[in-house]
Protein backbone atom coordinates (compact mmCIF):
# COMPACT_ATOMS: atom_id res chain seq x y z
CA UNK A 1 0.00 0.00 0.00
CA UNK A 2 2.46 2.77 1.19
CA UNK A 3 4.61 1.97 -2.19
CA UNK A 4 1.56 3.12 -4.00
CA UNK A 5 1.52 6.29 -2.17
CA UNK A 6 5.27 6.81 -2.74
CA UNK A 7 4.84 6.65 -6.58
CA UNK A 8 3.42 10.10 -6.52
CA UNK A 9 5.47 12.01 -4.53
CA UNK A 10 8.31 9.98 -6.70
CA UNK A 11 6.83 11.54 -10.00
CA UNK A 12 6.46 15.01 -8.79
CA UNK A 13 10.56 15.22 -7.17
CA UNK A 14 11.02 13.50 -10.85
CA UNK A 15 8.73 16.82 -12.32
CA UNK A 16 10.44 19.32 -10.25
CA UNK A 17 14.11 18.48 -11.37
CA UNK A 18 13.19 17.96 -15.19
CA UNK A 19 11.91 21.54 -14.54
CA UNK A 20 14.47 22.93 -12.62
CA UNK A 21 16.95 21.44 -15.74
CA UNK A 22 15.17 23.31 -18.28
CA UNK A 23 14.92 26.83 -16.63
CA UNK A 24 15.31 29.28 -19.19
CA UNK A 25 18.16 31.73 -19.38
CA UNK A 26 19.20 34.76 -21.89
CA UNK A 27 21.73 34.49 -23.89
CA UNK A 28 23.25 37.05 -26.01
CA UNK A 29 24.75 35.38 -29.35
CA UNK A 30 26.64 37.09 -31.71
CA UNK A 31 26.44 36.28 -35.45
CA UNK A 32 29.51 35.57 -38.28
CA UNK A 33 27.80 36.76 -40.98
CA UNK A 34 24.16 37.95 -43.07
CA UNK A 35 24.72 34.98 -45.29
CA UNK A 36 21.21 32.71 -47.04
CA UNK A 37 19.54 35.69 -46.66
CA UNK A 38 16.34 36.83 -48.75
CA UNK A 39 17.78 40.22 -48.36
CA UNK A 40 20.99 41.13 -50.96
CA UNK A 41 22.16 45.02 -51.09
CA UNK A 42 21.33 45.12 -54.75
CA UNK A 43 17.59 45.78 -53.73
CA UNK A 44 18.04 47.93 -50.85
CA UNK A 45 14.14 49.00 -51.41
CA UNK A 46 13.31 45.51 -49.53
CA UNK A 47 14.88 47.28 -46.43
CA UNK A 48 14.99 50.79 -46.61
CA UNK A 49 12.95 53.96 -47.34
CA UNK A 50 13.76 55.89 -50.74
CA UNK A 51 14.47 58.78 -48.55
CA UNK A 52 16.95 56.75 -46.80
CA UNK A 53 18.72 55.44 -49.98
CA UNK A 54 18.30 59.32 -51.35
CA UNK A 55 20.85 60.27 -48.06
CA UNK A 56 23.30 57.56 -48.91
CA UNK A 57 23.08 58.54 -52.58
CA UNK A 58 23.79 62.60 -51.94
CA UNK A 59 26.78 61.29 -49.62
CA UNK A 60 28.23 58.25 -51.73
CA UNK A 61 27.69 56.27 -49.02
CA UNK A 62 27.25 52.73 -50.49
CA UNK A 63 25.06 50.01 -48.94
CA UNK A 64 26.84 47.39 -47.40
CA UNK A 65 26.30 44.17 -45.37
CA UNK A 66 25.45 46.42 -42.34
CA UNK A 67 22.34 47.43 -43.73
CA UNK A 68 20.83 44.05 -44.35
CA UNK A 69 18.36 42.68 -41.31
CA UNK A 70 19.76 39.84 -39.50
CA UNK A 71 19.55 36.45 -41.61
CA UNK A 72 15.93 35.35 -41.54
CA UNK A 73 17.18 32.01 -42.27
CA UNK A 74 19.46 31.89 -39.28
CA UNK A 75 16.58 32.81 -37.29
CA UNK A 76 14.47 30.39 -38.20
CA UNK A 77 16.95 28.02 -37.59
CA UNK A 78 17.83 29.26 -33.95
CA UNK A 79 13.73 29.81 -33.48
CA UNK A 80 13.22 25.46 -34.65
CA UNK A 81 15.67 24.84 -31.77
CA UNK A 82 12.95 25.80 -29.34
CA UNK A 83 14.96 29.47 -28.01
CA UNK A 84 12.90 32.36 -28.37
CA UNK A 85 14.07 35.56 -30.01
CA UNK A 86 13.18 38.52 -27.43
CA UNK A 87 15.85 41.39 -29.67
CA UNK A 88 17.67 41.35 -32.86
CA UNK A 89 20.65 44.24 -33.63
CA UNK A 90 21.32 44.15 -37.48
CA UNK A 91 24.02 46.42 -37.09
CA UNK A 92 25.86 44.71 -34.06
CA UNK A 93 24.75 41.20 -35.71
CA UNK A 94 23.30 40.25 -32.34
CA UNK A 95 20.43 38.16 -31.64
CA UNK A 96 18.89 37.63 -27.99
CA UNK A 97 17.11 34.28 -26.75
CA UNK A 98 15.34 33.10 -24.07
CA UNK A 99 15.93 29.43 -23.77
CA UNK A 100 17.49 26.64 -21.43
CA UNK A 101 20.76 25.79 -21.10
CA UNK A 102 20.83 22.22 -22.29
CA UNK A 103 19.05 23.46 -25.82
CA UNK A 104 21.58 26.91 -25.76
CA UNK A 105 24.60 23.95 -25.52
CA UNK A 106 23.56 20.96 -27.28
CA UNK A 107 21.69 22.79 -30.61
CA UNK A 108 22.12 26.68 -31.05
CA UNK A 109 26.08 26.99 -29.87
CA UNK A 110 27.30 24.39 -32.02
CA UNK A 111 25.37 25.99 -35.27
CA UNK A 112 28.66 27.84 -37.41
CA UNK A 113 26.83 30.71 -37.76
CA UNK A 114 26.93 31.58 -34.20
CA UNK A 115 30.60 33.45 -33.46
CA UNK A 116 30.01 34.08 -30.02
CA UNK A 117 27.59 33.22 -26.88
CA UNK A 118 27.08 35.39 -23.79
CA UNK A 119 25.00 34.64 -20.43
CA UNK A 120 22.59 37.75 -20.99
CA UNK A 121 20.08 37.23 -17.78
CA UNK A 122 21.64 40.67 -16.35
CA UNK A 123 19.76 42.47 -19.02
CA UNK A 124 16.31 41.45 -17.67
CA UNK A 125 16.18 39.59 -14.62
CA UNK A 126 18.82 42.45 -12.27
CA UNK A 127 16.93 45.11 -12.77
CA UNK A 128 16.20 47.21 -9.23
CA UNK A 129 12.90 48.48 -10.27
CA UNK A 130 12.38 51.77 -9.23
CA UNK A 131 14.99 52.59 -7.20
CA UNK A 132 16.52 55.38 -8.63
CA UNK A 133 15.21 57.56 -11.94
CA UNK A 134 16.96 58.11 -15.60
CA UNK A 135 20.11 60.37 -15.52
CA UNK A 136 18.27 63.10 -16.73
CA UNK A 137 15.33 62.77 -14.09
CA UNK A 138 17.41 65.50 -11.85
CA UNK A 139 17.20 68.28 -14.88
CA UNK A 140 14.76 70.57 -13.20
CA UNK A 141 11.97 73.14 -14.39
CA UNK A 142 11.46 76.92 -13.04
CA UNK A 143 9.16 79.29 -13.34
CA UNK A 144 9.74 82.06 -16.06
CA UNK A 145 11.22 85.19 -14.13
CA UNK A 146 12.76 88.34 -15.41
CA UNK A 147 15.89 85.86 -15.71
CA UNK A 148 14.36 85.11 -19.21
CA UNK A 149 14.91 87.86 -21.72
CA UNK A 150 12.21 88.67 -24.04
CA UNK A 151 13.29 89.12 -27.36
CA UNK A 152 12.13 91.56 -30.40
CA UNK A 153 10.02 89.37 -33.25
CA UNK A 154 12.41 89.51 -36.63
CA UNK A 155 9.57 89.01 -38.17
CA UNK A 156 10.11 85.50 -39.05
CA UNK A 157 8.13 83.88 -35.74
CA UNK A 158 7.03 85.83 -32.36
CA UNK A 159 9.44 83.57 -30.33
CA UNK A 160 9.01 85.14 -26.98
CA UNK A 161 11.06 84.44 -23.93
CA UNK A 162 12.68 81.44 -26.22
CA UNK A 163 14.43 84.15 -28.43
CA UNK A 164 17.18 84.24 -26.47
CA UNK A 165 18.16 80.89 -26.97
CA UNK A 166 17.22 81.01 -30.56
CA UNK A 167 19.50 84.25 -30.91
CA UNK A 168 22.12 83.30 -29.16
CA UNK A 169 23.13 80.60 -31.82
CA UNK A 170 21.95 82.80 -34.38
CA UNK A 171 19.50 80.34 -36.03
CA UNK A 172 16.98 83.58 -36.19
CA UNK A 173 18.86 85.27 -38.98
CA UNK A 174 18.63 81.44 -41.17
CA UNK A 175 14.79 81.41 -40.15
CA UNK A 176 14.66 85.12 -41.43
CA UNK A 177 15.76 83.71 -44.75
CA UNK A 178 12.99 80.87 -45.15
CA UNK A 179 15.33 78.15 -43.37
CA UNK A 180 12.76 76.53 -41.23
CA UNK A 181 13.50 72.95 -41.13
CA UNK A 182 11.57 72.19 -44.03
CA UNK A 183 12.56 68.89 -45.87
CA UNK A 184 14.55 67.58 -42.84
CA UNK A 185 13.56 65.01 -40.99
CA UNK A 186 14.46 64.84 -37.50
CA UNK A 187 14.79 61.34 -35.24
CA UNK A 188 14.17 61.74 -31.34
CA UNK A 189 15.16 59.07 -29.10
CA UNK A 190 13.87 59.67 -25.82
CA UNK A 191 11.90 58.18 -22.74
CA UNK A 192 8.17 59.62 -23.63
CA UNK A 193 6.36 61.89 -25.48
CA UNK A 194 3.04 62.53 -22.54
CA UNK A 195 0.66 64.20 -24.72
CA UNK A 196 2.29 65.78 -27.35
CA UNK A 197 -0.92 64.51 -29.20
CA UNK A 198 -2.87 67.05 -27.37
CA UNK A 199 -0.90 70.15 -26.21
CA UNK A 200 -1.28 73.33 -27.84
CA UNK A 201 2.86 73.73 -28.17
CA UNK A 202 2.37 71.04 -30.84
CA UNK A 203 -0.34 72.17 -32.65
CA UNK A 204 0.90 73.30 -35.92
CA UNK A 205 3.09 69.84 -36.52
CA UNK A 206 0.31 67.89 -35.87
CA UNK A 207 -2.02 69.90 -37.98
CA UNK A 208 0.87 69.82 -40.82
CA UNK A 209 1.30 66.18 -40.83
CA UNK A 210 5.01 66.74 -39.81
CA UNK A 211 5.03 64.02 -36.74
CA UNK A 212 5.70 61.10 -39.40
CA UNK A 213 5.05 58.12 -36.64
CA UNK A 214 5.51 56.98 -33.52
CA UNK A 215 7.45 53.94 -31.99
CA UNK A 216 8.31 52.13 -28.93
CA UNK A 217 11.01 49.64 -28.65
CA UNK A 218 10.98 49.59 -25.02
CA UNK A 219 7.34 48.32 -24.93
CA UNK A 220 5.97 47.39 -28.44
CA UNK A 221 3.38 48.86 -29.55
CA UNK A 222 2.93 50.89 -26.31
CA UNK A 223 1.67 54.59 -26.56
CA UNK A 224 4.39 57.03 -26.64
CA UNK A 225 1.85 59.84 -25.70
CA UNK A 226 0.66 58.16 -22.61
CA UNK A 227 0.43 60.27 -19.76
CA UNK A 228 1.65 57.77 -17.51
CA UNK A 229 5.07 58.26 -19.21
CA UNK A 230 7.70 61.21 -18.83
CA UNK A 231 7.57 63.97 -20.14
CA UNK A 232 10.88 64.28 -21.03
CA UNK A 233 11.08 63.76 -24.76
CA UNK A 234 7.79 66.29 -24.78
CA UNK A 235 9.87 68.93 -23.21
CA UNK A 236 13.03 67.99 -25.86
CA UNK A 237 10.74 68.07 -29.04
CA UNK A 238 9.15 71.10 -27.74
CA UNK A 239 12.74 73.12 -28.33
CA UNK A 240 12.80 72.15 -31.82
CA UNK A 241 9.11 71.57 -33.06
CA UNK A 242 7.27 73.73 -30.35
CA UNK A 243 5.72 76.90 -31.95
CA UNK A 244 3.16 79.13 -29.44
CA UNK A 245 3.89 82.29 -30.33
CA UNK A 246 4.93 84.92 -27.90
CA UNK A 247 5.90 81.64 -25.27
CA UNK A 248 8.28 79.28 -27.49
CA UNK A 249 9.03 78.94 -31.31
CA UNK A 250 11.86 75.77 -31.63
CA UNK A 251 15.09 76.07 -33.52
CA UNK A 252 13.13 73.71 -36.20
CA UNK A 253 9.73 74.68 -36.65
CA UNK A 254 9.39 73.43 -40.08
CA UNK A 255 10.67 70.00 -39.92
CA UNK A 256 9.18 66.01 -39.97
CA UNK A 257 9.66 64.50 -36.84
CA UNK A 258 9.43 60.33 -36.19
CA UNK A 259 9.18 60.53 -32.01
CA UNK A 260 10.98 56.77 -30.61
CA UNK A 261 10.67 55.50 -27.57
CA UNK A 262 14.26 53.86 -26.12
CA UNK A 263 14.39 54.86 -22.53
CA UNK A 264 12.36 53.64 -19.78
CA UNK A 265 12.26 56.64 -16.99
CA UNK A 266 11.73 54.37 -14.14
CA UNK A 267 14.93 52.32 -13.66
CA UNK A 268 18.43 52.18 -15.50
CA UNK A 269 19.88 49.04 -17.35
CA UNK A 270 22.25 48.01 -19.56
CA UNK A 271 19.59 47.07 -21.82
CA UNK A 272 17.94 50.69 -22.74
CA UNK A 273 21.05 51.23 -24.74
CA UNK A 274 20.52 48.17 -26.95
CA UNK A 275 16.94 49.86 -27.48
CA UNK A 276 18.29 52.92 -28.43
CA UNK A 277 20.51 50.98 -31.47
CA UNK A 278 16.85 49.34 -32.60
CA UNK A 279 15.40 53.26 -32.34
CA UNK A 280 18.61 54.41 -34.62
CA UNK A 281 18.50 51.47 -37.09
CA UNK A 282 15.04 52.41 -37.17
CA UNK A 283 15.16 55.58 -37.77
CA UNK A 284 17.34 55.13 -40.52
CA UNK A 285 15.84 52.70 -42.41
CA UNK A 286 13.20 55.60 -42.19
CA UNK A 287 15.00 58.80 -43.81
CA UNK A 288 15.66 60.50 -40.74
CA UNK A 289 18.30 63.27 -41.21
CA UNK A 290 18.68 63.96 -38.37
CA UNK A 291 18.76 62.28 -34.41
CA UNK A 292 18.31 64.22 -31.39
CA UNK A 293 19.09 61.83 -28.53
CA UNK A 294 19.43 63.37 -25.26
CA UNK A 295 20.10 60.36 -23.27
CA UNK A 296 23.60 59.23 -21.71
CA UNK A 297 24.85 56.07 -19.85
CA UNK A 298 27.44 55.62 -17.60
CA UNK A 299 25.91 53.58 -14.09
CA UNK A 300 22.90 51.36 -13.92
CA UNK A 301 20.82 50.23 -10.87
CA UNK A 302 23.01 47.00 -11.04
CA UNK A 303 26.47 48.12 -10.34
CA UNK A 304 27.85 44.84 -12.14
CA UNK A 305 26.47 46.86 -15.44
CA UNK A 306 28.38 49.77 -14.76
CA UNK A 307 30.71 51.44 -17.20
CA UNK A 308 33.54 52.86 -16.21
CA UNK A 309 35.48 56.15 -17.39
CA UNK A 310 37.85 53.88 -19.59
CA UNK A 311 34.89 52.79 -21.56
CA UNK A 312 34.14 56.20 -22.78
CA UNK A 313 36.79 56.09 -25.26
CA UNK A 314 34.59 55.73 -28.68
CA UNK A 315 34.49 52.43 -28.99
CA UNK A 316 33.15 50.23 -26.42
CA UNK A 317 29.49 50.96 -25.46
CA UNK A 318 26.69 49.49 -26.93
CA UNK A 319 24.94 52.84 -27.37
CA UNK A 320 28.29 54.59 -28.99
CA UNK A 321 28.87 51.51 -31.42
CA UNK A 322 25.23 51.61 -32.67
CA UNK A 323 25.19 55.91 -32.81
CA UNK A 324 28.76 55.76 -34.69
CA UNK A 325 26.97 53.51 -36.96
CA UNK A 326 23.70 56.07 -37.30
CA UNK A 327 26.75 58.75 -38.11
CA UNK A 328 28.19 55.97 -41.00
CA UNK A 329 24.94 56.35 -42.59
CA UNK A 330 24.89 59.93 -43.41
CA UNK A 331 22.84 60.98 -40.38
CA UNK A 332 23.95 63.93 -38.12
CA UNK A 333 23.83 62.00 -34.45
CA UNK A 334 23.35 64.88 -31.93
CA UNK A 335 23.82 64.30 -28.50
CA UNK A 336 23.07 65.63 -24.83
CA UNK A 337 27.11 65.48 -23.19
CA UNK A 338 25.33 65.20 -19.65
CA UNK A 339 24.21 66.52 -16.64
CA UNK A 340 27.63 64.80 -14.58
CA UNK A 341 29.82 67.73 -14.44
CA UNK A 342 29.07 68.85 -10.96
CA UNK A 343 29.29 65.18 -9.91
CA UNK A 344 31.44 62.65 -8.92
CA UNK A 345 31.87 61.06 -12.51
CA UNK A 346 31.86 64.60 -14.10
CA UNK A 347 32.95 63.84 -17.23
CA UNK A 348 30.48 62.94 -20.54
CA UNK A 349 28.19 59.81 -20.87
CA UNK A 350 27.74 57.28 -23.36
CA UNK A 351 26.75 58.01 -26.47
CA UNK A 352 28.83 61.39 -26.24
CA UNK A 353 31.94 59.89 -26.39
CA UNK A 354 31.63 58.45 -29.70
CA UNK A 355 34.20 59.86 -32.31
CA UNK A 356 30.97 60.62 -35.06
CA UNK A 357 28.62 62.20 -32.36
CA UNK A 358 28.27 65.68 -32.56
CA UNK A 359 27.79 66.25 -28.55
CA UNK A 360 26.33 69.30 -26.83
CA UNK A 361 26.89 70.84 -23.49
CA UNK A 362 24.93 73.55 -21.69
CA UNK A 363 25.65 77.09 -21.14
CA UNK A 364 23.32 79.61 -19.28
CA UNK A 365 21.11 82.45 -20.33
CA UNK A 366 24.48 84.72 -20.63
CA UNK A 367 26.83 82.02 -22.78
CA UNK A 368 28.23 81.13 -19.39
CA UNK A 369 29.59 77.61 -18.90
CA UNK A 370 26.51 75.84 -16.71
CA UNK A 371 28.17 74.07 -14.02
CA UNK A 372 26.11 70.71 -14.86
CA UNK A 373 27.29 70.05 -17.76
CA UNK A 374 29.61 67.06 -18.54
CA UNK A 375 32.96 67.65 -19.82
CA UNK A 376 35.55 66.14 -21.88
CA UNK A 377 37.60 64.38 -22.39
CA UNK A 378 37.11 61.53 -23.79
CA UNK A 379 39.47 58.29 -22.01
CA UNK A 380 41.39 58.48 -25.31
CA UNK A 381 41.80 62.04 -25.12
CA UNK A 382 39.68 63.88 -27.36
CA UNK A 383 37.95 66.95 -26.56
CA UNK A 384 34.37 66.89 -25.66
CA UNK A 385 31.37 68.27 -26.24
CA UNK A 386 31.72 69.61 -29.71
CA UNK A 387 29.75 72.69 -28.57
CA UNK A 388 27.51 74.10 -26.49
CA UNK A 389 23.97 76.29 -26.55
CA UNK A 390 21.40 77.45 -24.18
CA UNK A 391 20.83 74.56 -21.49
CA UNK A 392 19.86 76.57 -18.44
CA UNK A 393 16.76 78.20 -18.27
CA UNK A 394 15.58 77.52 -21.45
CA UNK A 395 12.22 77.47 -22.73
CA UNK A 396 10.42 74.13 -22.69
CA UNK A 397 6.55 73.21 -23.30
CA UNK A 398 5.14 72.21 -20.19
CA UNK A 399 2.04 70.55 -19.39
CA UNK A 400 -0.94 71.25 -18.82
CA UNK A 401 0.04 74.69 -21.53
CA UNK A 402 2.70 77.01 -21.60
CA UNK A 403 5.68 77.10 -21.34
CA UNK A 404 8.79 76.81 -17.75
CA UNK A 405 12.60 77.16 -17.93
CA UNK A 406 14.02 74.24 -17.90
CA UNK A 407 17.66 72.94 -17.27
CA UNK A 408 19.39 70.47 -18.38
CA UNK A 409 22.18 69.51 -21.43
CA UNK A 410 18.64 67.69 -22.21
CA UNK A 411 17.14 70.86 -23.91
CA UNK A 412 20.97 72.55 -25.38
CA UNK A 413 21.27 69.58 -27.97
CA UNK A 414 18.08 69.78 -29.23
CA UNK A 415 18.28 73.04 -29.59
CA UNK A 416 21.52 72.52 -32.12
CA UNK A 417 20.04 69.64 -33.54
CA UNK A 418 16.51 71.53 -35.00
CA UNK A 419 19.72 74.39 -35.75
CA UNK A 420 21.22 71.70 -38.05
CA UNK A 421 18.03 70.86 -39.79
CA UNK A 422 17.78 74.53 -40.54
CA UNK A 423 21.41 74.61 -42.08
CA UNK A 424 21.30 70.90 -43.41
CA UNK A 425 17.82 72.89 -45.67
CA UNK A 426 19.88 75.49 -46.69
CA UNK A 427 22.53 73.30 -47.61
CA UNK A 428 21.35 69.90 -49.18
CA UNK A 429 24.52 68.72 -50.98
CA UNK A 430 26.58 68.38 -47.77
CA UNK A 431 27.23 65.70 -45.52
CA UNK A 432 26.46 65.38 -42.37
CA UNK A 433 30.41 65.68 -41.32
CA UNK A 434 30.77 68.66 -43.45
CA UNK A 435 27.83 70.43 -41.09
CA UNK A 436 29.03 69.27 -37.94
CA UNK A 437 32.84 70.51 -38.99
CA UNK A 438 30.73 73.97 -40.20
CA UNK A 439 29.46 74.52 -37.46
CA UNK A 440 32.66 73.91 -35.04
CA UNK A 441 34.13 76.43 -37.11
CA UNK A 442 31.47 78.69 -36.53
CA UNK A 443 31.77 78.94 -33.08
CA UNK A 444 32.92 81.43 -30.19
CA UNK A 445 36.01 79.35 -29.26
CA UNK A 446 36.98 78.02 -32.33
CA UNK A 447 40.52 78.97 -32.16
CA UNK A 448 41.15 77.41 -28.83
CA UNK A 449 38.42 74.99 -28.11
CA UNK A 450 38.28 73.03 -24.19
CA UNK A 451 36.62 70.02 -22.70
CA UNK A 452 33.88 72.64 -20.76
CA UNK A 453 32.21 73.85 -23.72
CA UNK A 454 34.12 72.75 -26.77
CA UNK A 455 34.25 75.26 -29.51
CA UNK A 456 32.02 76.88 -28.22
CA UNK A 457 28.83 78.69 -28.61
CA UNK A 458 27.96 78.24 -32.73
CA UNK A 459 26.60 81.16 -35.10
CA UNK A 460 24.58 79.24 -37.54
CA UNK A 461 24.39 82.44 -39.76
CA UNK A 462 28.47 81.94 -39.89
CA UNK A 463 28.32 78.15 -40.67
CA UNK A 464 26.06 78.90 -44.02
CA UNK A 465 28.09 81.14 -45.08
CA UNK A 466 31.27 78.84 -44.95
CA UNK A 467 29.57 76.37 -46.35
CA UNK A 468 27.79 78.45 -49.28
CA UNK A 469 31.48 79.85 -49.84
CA UNK A 470 33.34 76.62 -49.51
CA UNK A 471 34.82 74.61 -52.40
CA UNK A 472 32.25 72.33 -52.74
CA UNK A 473 29.64 75.24 -53.04
CA UNK A 474 29.65 78.51 -53.74
CA UNK A 475 27.95 81.25 -53.07
CA UNK A 476 27.80 82.27 -56.53
CA UNK A 477 26.35 78.99 -58.32
CA UNK A 478 28.44 78.72 -61.90
CA UNK A 479 25.28 76.76 -63.05
CA UNK A 480 22.11 75.01 -62.20
CA UNK A 481 21.26 71.42 -63.26
CA UNK A 482 17.49 70.40 -64.85
CA UNK A 483 17.27 66.53 -65.32
CA UNK A 484 14.18 64.47 -66.97
CA UNK A 485 12.19 62.72 -68.25
CA UNK A 486 11.68 61.17 -64.40
CA UNK A 487 11.21 58.04 -64.37
CA UNK A 488 13.70 57.40 -67.25
CA UNK A 489 13.82 54.06 -68.74
CA UNK A 490 16.79 54.56 -71.73
CA UNK A 491 17.84 58.43 -71.54
CA UNK A 492 18.36 61.13 -69.41
CA UNK A 493 18.26 65.01 -70.67
CA UNK A 494 20.50 66.94 -68.61
CA UNK A 495 19.94 70.46 -69.01
CA UNK A 496 22.83 72.97 -67.65
CA UNK A 497 22.16 76.59 -67.50
CA UNK A 498 25.83 78.66 -66.65
CA UNK A 499 26.60 82.29 -66.67
CA UNK A 500 30.07 81.51 -68.57
CA UNK A 501 31.75 78.35 -70.54
CA UNK A 502 32.68 75.95 -67.99
CA UNK A 503 34.19 72.26 -68.02
CA UNK A 504 31.80 69.53 -66.13
CA UNK A 505 32.13 66.02 -64.99
CA UNK A 506 28.29 64.30 -64.96
CA UNK A 507 28.42 61.30 -63.01
CA UNK A 508 25.63 58.63 -62.19
CA UNK A 509 25.69 56.86 -58.61
CA UNK A 510 23.43 53.97 -57.82
CA UNK A 511 21.82 53.07 -54.50
CA UNK A 512 24.89 51.39 -53.42
CA UNK A 513 27.25 54.45 -54.09
CA UNK A 514 28.83 53.31 -56.91
CA UNK A 515 29.42 55.02 -60.02
CA UNK A 516 27.49 53.61 -63.24
CA UNK A 517 28.20 56.10 -65.36
CA UNK A 518 30.83 58.55 -65.58
CA UNK A 519 31.53 61.64 -68.87
CA UNK A 520 34.79 64.03 -68.28
CA UNK A 521 35.50 67.31 -69.63
CA UNK A 522 32.13 68.04 -70.93
CA UNK A 523 32.42 71.52 -72.43
CA UNK A 524 29.30 73.74 -71.71
CA UNK A 525 28.66 77.69 -72.89
CA UNK A 526 26.99 80.24 -71.13
CA UNK A 527 23.76 79.98 -71.48
CA UNK A 528 21.20 77.11 -71.51
CA UNK A 529 22.73 73.74 -72.71
CA UNK A 530 21.52 70.11 -73.04
CA UNK A 531 24.05 67.01 -72.48
CA UNK A 532 21.97 63.57 -73.08
CA UNK A 533 22.73 60.21 -71.19
CA UNK A 534 21.97 57.48 -73.38
CA UNK A 535 21.93 54.09 -73.34
CA UNK A 536 21.12 53.28 -69.93
CA UNK A 537 18.67 50.53 -70.28
CA UNK A 538 21.45 48.48 -69.12
CA UNK A 539 20.60 50.01 -65.54
CA UNK A 540 18.71 48.06 -63.13
CA UNK A 541 15.39 49.75 -61.55
CA UNK A 542 15.79 51.57 -58.87
CA UNK A 543 16.81 55.03 -57.40
CA UNK A 544 19.93 57.17 -58.82
CA UNK A 545 21.71 60.38 -58.23
CA UNK A 546 22.80 62.11 -61.19
CA UNK A 547 25.89 65.27 -60.21
CA UNK A 548 27.10 67.70 -62.07
CA UNK A 549 30.75 69.38 -61.29
CA UNK A 550 32.36 72.33 -62.60
CA UNK A 551 35.18 71.62 -60.06
CA UNK A 552 33.92 74.00 -57.19
CA UNK A 553 30.14 73.33 -57.21
CA UNK A 554 28.22 70.18 -57.35
CA UNK A 555 24.46 70.02 -57.98
CA UNK A 556 22.68 66.39 -57.32
CA UNK A 557 19.54 65.44 -58.52
CA UNK A 558 17.47 62.11 -57.94
CA UNK A 559 16.31 60.32 -60.68
CA UNK A 560 14.14 57.00 -60.93
CA UNK A 561 14.34 54.33 -63.29
Not at 403 to 426: D, E, N, R
Not at 508 to 521: C, F, L, P, Q, R
Request: glycine share 8%; net charge neutral; charged share 15%.
Amino acid sequence: MSRFLLLPVLLSLLALSVSAQKAKSYYMLKLNDKSNSSYSISDPSAFLSAKSIERRLVQRIPVNETDLPVSPAYLEQIKAAGAEVVYTSKWLNTVIIHTDEATLKSVIAAKPFILDVKEADHLFRNRIQHTRKAHFENERLERISNRHKEYKSTGAFNYGPSGNQAQMISIDQLHSQGFTGKGITIGVIDAGFNSVNTLAAFDSIRANGQILGTRDFVQPGNNVYATNISTHGMMVLSTMGGNLPGQIVGTAPHSAYWLLRSEDATAEYLMEEYYWVNAAEFADSVGVDVINSSLGYNTFDNPAENHTYADMDGNTTPVTIGADMAAAKGILVVNSAGNSGSGQWQFITAPADGDSVFTIGAVDANGLYASFSSRGPTSDGRTKPDVTAQGQSTIVATIPSGVAGGSGTSFSSPIIAGAAACLWQANPTMSNMDLMHAIKMSASQASNPDNQKGWGIPNFSLANNLLTNSLIQIKHQSHSVKTFPNPFSSYVNVEITTDRSIVVDIRIINSKGTEVVAMNGIEVSKGKNLVVLQNLERLTNGIYMITVSDGYFVSASKVIK
